[in-house]
């Protein structure tokens, strides 16, 4: 029987993922303990794993991060990630640390699951091997691992080759080092306060140095890198959604007309105005059912509605999907590999986190339009679907991702691949 250990930042869209290899390992009977936000431990018992809640100091609630963090609200989306890294990511990494090992005095593991956005995860690769479980990234997020001829991440850009590559990226570099500055500053005191010394966290790459990094995505979503550690398992993230029943209106999916599907998630849905409404209103003119999930916010926050628009705030989305001509998205990753899961292209307005990155590989894969805006004028919305359904590429793009989808391991095979990361590790550790 293993021992292992997962942890994550107190995020949805981070834990969500991360929780369905949880219970991989715990059906196998395996010790399963899970480090992550207190909001989320009843997820964490159900999958049988052990929730050890995170130190105040590194906790928080995502559902509301305008109110932990009100200086957050009214970046640009670089300068959003720059301070997300520092605020929700590198600086909590001290207390995510001192719990890490103090989980590991009570009881040792083989080895440790982290978020890439777990700051502690670059405190512990800086550790000697013989002092450390083996670290296995769980890429839960697009992979933020630098290489030849791509952008700095978070700027949602595809890879450029050649001399302009070279010259894109040099400058976008030196307005990263400028931005991220505070990231930097705060990186340094994080890893003096844990290991004594001034050497940087290596807070944008540190995943390099992991054992394995576990992409959850296939490798037609996933810029080319060669020789990082990584491997792809495919999306390992059910929607969650499945338990909500049909509504009323569910027969009128019968196929007569495309139904393309909108949704901000269950996070970033408290303004409709962003990219819920432009949708119904591009597409109140068209031959199509706009099917609505808001995540939970009251329907009656959308005003009056077309004729030809469908809402429910939760919806079953294994059977959604299937009947989905096009789905209409901020960019969430979870949400966007379910929509490849089931061959379905889509059109992306990207917000803010990791959104962009998203955004940008939708368009690089093929499988959808990429936006570049967080509000998008009914206009744009009204061409980009258009040309979704027209252009018959979009489809076909997608549903060879939802074939190599369908090849993946998926969540049953995740323990495998980190049995093998635990042997690996330990004869390095016993030749060192």
Request: proline share 9%; net charge neutral.
């Amino acid at each position: 029987m293993a021992s292992i250990l997962f942890a994550s930042v107190p995020i949805n869209g981070h834990v969500a993922p991360l929780l369905s290899l949880a219970r991989e390992f715990a059906l196998r009977g395996d010790r399963v303990r899970f480090l992550t936000g207190r909001r989320f431990r009843d997820q964490v018992v159900a999958t049988g794993a052990e929730h050890i809640p995170l130190p105040a100091a590194a906790d928080f609630d995502d559902r509301d991060l305008s109110a932990a963090f009100p200086e957050r609200d009214g970046l640009s989306p670089v300068r959003a990630l720059a301070f997300d890294v520092e605020h929700l990511f590198v600086r909590p990494g001290v207390p995510q640390y001192a719990r890490i090992q103090e989980a590991l005095r009570e009881e040792p593991a083989d080895a440790i699951v982290v978020d890439p956005a777990f700051a502690a995860g670059a405190l512990l690769v800086g550790l000697p091997a013989a002092q450390r479980p083996a670290v296995v990234v769980g890429g839960v997020i697009p992979l933020n691992l630098s290489a030849p001829g791509l952008a700095p991440f978070g700027f949602g850009l595809p890879p450029l080759d050649g001399v302009l590559g070279r010259l894109r990226n040099a400058v976008l570099g030196a307005l990263v080092s400028r931005v991220f500055a505070p990231v930097d500053r705060a990186a340094r005191e994080v890893t003096e306060q844990v290991h004594g010394r001034g050497a940087r966290v290596l807070v944008m790459d540190w995943i390099r140095h992991a054992e394995q990094i576990v992409q959850c995505t296939v490798p037609s979503f996933e810029y080319p890198r060669a020789g990082a550690p990584v491997r792809f398992a495919g999306p390992v993230a059910s929607s969650g959604l499945a338990e909500h029943p049909r509504p009323e209106w569910w027969p009128e999916l019968d196929g007569s007309r495309p139904v393309i599907h909108v949704t901000q998630g269950t996070l970033a849905n408290d303004d409709p105005a962003e990219l819920i409404l432009p949708t119904i209103e591009a597409c109140a003119d068209e031959d199509v059912l706009v099917v609505v999930a808001t995540g939970g916010l009251p329907a009656s926050r959308l005003g009056a509605l077309p004729a030809n628009v469908r809402v429910a705030e939760f919806l079953p989305y294994e059977e959604l999907m299937p009947k989905t001509s096009l789905m209409v998205s901020n960019g969430g990753y979870g949400g966007v590999q379910f929509a490849l899961r089931h061959g379905v292209p889509l059109v992306v307005a990207p917000g803010k986190e990791d959104k962009v990155e998203v955004a940008a590989r939708t368009a690089w894969s093929g499988v959808g339009i990429n936006l570049r805006r967080q509000r998008p004028r009914p206009a744009q919305l009204r061409r980009a679907v258009a040309e979704v359904l027209r252009e018959p590429a979009y489809r076909a793009a997608a549903r060879r991702l939802q074939a190599e989808i369908e090849a993946s391991a998926g969540a049953a095979g995740f323990p495998a691949i980190v049995d093998a990361v635990v042997v690996a590790h330990r004869t390095r550790a016993a030749n060192l």
